[in-house]
């Protein structure tokens, strides 16, 4: 394969890879600090993408103000998750609570589907699409939106959890959630406080790539698995880690399109998380047992 | 001062403490003794807002503590070191104190999400972080290696450095001599004396009655989530039946 080609392909591969980045650090997030997986996680991407959609183009809000309100509009969604379905639940085992998400995911798709239709949306691209011409291969300028604003976010939730009094408490809940509460840290608080930031966080994810591949109530099901295969890649440890993972899996997906290997045509891209995602089940198994928390 | 009235606590059914009442008055040493399975830890885990009160009063001066999460009894001046120590292992010493003041640096929500190194220049927060490093200097020392990889003796030592970064109005512990080795339990216990005599309050927790009684100025005996006796350090270290019950081994 020429090389100008293989960039292409790694172009494609950190494309989607951002995106499963950001919804694999809304996982990690919410377990590392709740144990819980939320699987209403792909939700918020659906949820910023159409959001910006109808506010640009049925009510004419401008599209930087369309895109923040979508962003405003998803994080609360992920406050009212939490607070309506999760801390209200407050004897329920962590498996009944993982299960209130998916009735949530369930809950919130259908109501995408009735205000919004079925059809696919597509909101206009932030800064034009004329792709550029980079060592022999083309991307789009809201591909390099997507990545830039990516690798912004991992490097300021990297100074957040790392430097700041309220990462530390985050941090110190995913470590010991008991422990966090003798020293006076609100694992509630901290608990809403995850669940704002990864509602923001797939919101963002959904408002910028949604002008690149066109979007449906229901894709909040398969970029939320993607999603998932990020942070188990990364181990469910810390944001960085989901970031890695996530953009591995999405470069895993365009080389093994490239190659053409084995079944996979593009058509059959979408069996290559769930591969992934066996593969780390099978090496994971017993290490995740291990390291259970008693709760 | 911290008043406990009729404090009972139960796991479903199996009720673990009894309508236990005590009292640790301002500057004193109040040492709690009994032996494993007594309900001592379920009692100090009630009164810190980690298991619920089945019925009965906690108050802490004036505050009502029963009835309020674990956050909250931290917040009004409960520094409780548990069994266990309880450290966030990942994290270094440093951190550790750190997080220890966090109801200090809580009181102003937007700071929170000031860089952590702020907190340590705070007046407040640096005075107790010095403080904290007179009493330990072997936690200055190790102040960014990982909580988790410190001996025993150390990490009873951050444990009880981190409940007092935010100035506990009373020090709780929860047997901090737990597998450490004897010389180590008479540093700690030392320390404690003298933290009481710089006017600090303290609860201890202790299955070496002898070892306890002879810092505390009180102490309650329990036994089956009951107190069973009470009385100055002198009248238990020389009651007949604390003797033979508790002092025996240790006398021997
Ligand atoms: N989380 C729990 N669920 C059910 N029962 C419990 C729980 N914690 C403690 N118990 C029971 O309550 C009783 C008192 O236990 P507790 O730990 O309070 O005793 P203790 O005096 O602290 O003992 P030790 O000196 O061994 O630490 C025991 O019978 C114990 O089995
Ligand atoms: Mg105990």
Known sequence: MASDQLLQYLFSGLTHGSIYALVGVGFTIIYAVTSIINFAQGEFVMLGGMLSFFLFASMGVPLPMAVILAII???VVGALLYLLAIRSARQASVVS??????????????????????????????????????????????AVWLIGITLVL?????????????????????????????????????ALTAFVMAGALGAIGGTVMSPLTSITYGMGAMIGLKGFVAASIGGFKSPVAAVIGGLTLGIVEAMAVAIGWGPFSSAYKDAIALIVLLAILLLRAGQLAAQERPS | MLRVENVSVAYGRATAVREVSLTVNDGEIVTLIGSNGAGKTSLLNAVAGLVPVKSGAVWLDDILLSGLSLHQTARLGFGYVPEGRQLFGDMPVIDNLILGAYPKSARNRLSLLGYVGWFTRRADIRTNLESVYRLFPKLHERQSQ???????GEQQMLAIGRAMMCSPKILVLDEPSLGLAPN??????????????????????????????KIADRGYVMERG?????????????NDEVKHAYLGRALT
């Open chain 2, 146 to 152: 990982k909580a988790g990889s410190l001996s025993g």
């Open chain 1, 154 to 190: 991992t490097l300021l939730l990297h100074l957040f959890f790392n430097f700041t009094m309220m990462g530390k408490a985050l941090k110190a809940c995913a470590i010991n959630r008991s422990a966090a509460g003798m020293v006076g840290i609100d694992a509630r608080a901290m």
């Open chain 2, 184 to 213: 180590l339990v008479k540093e700690i216990l030392q320390l404690l004396g003298r933290l009481r005599e710089e006017g600090l309050t303290i609860l201890l927790i202790e299955q070496d009655a002898v070892a306890a009684l």
């Open chain 2, 226 to 238: 009951r107190i069973v006796l009470e009385g100055t350090a002198g009248e238990l270290l020389g």
């Open chain 1, 97 to 142: 609570l993982i299960i209130i998400t998916i009735g949530a995911s369930i809950f919130i798709r259908g109501i995408a589907a009735e205000v919004w239709g079925v059809d696919a949306v597509r909101p206009p691209a932030f800064t034009g699409t004329t792709s550029w011409l980079v060592a022999g291969a083309y991307i789009q300028p809201q």
């Open chain 1, 73 to 75: 509009v998803a994080a």
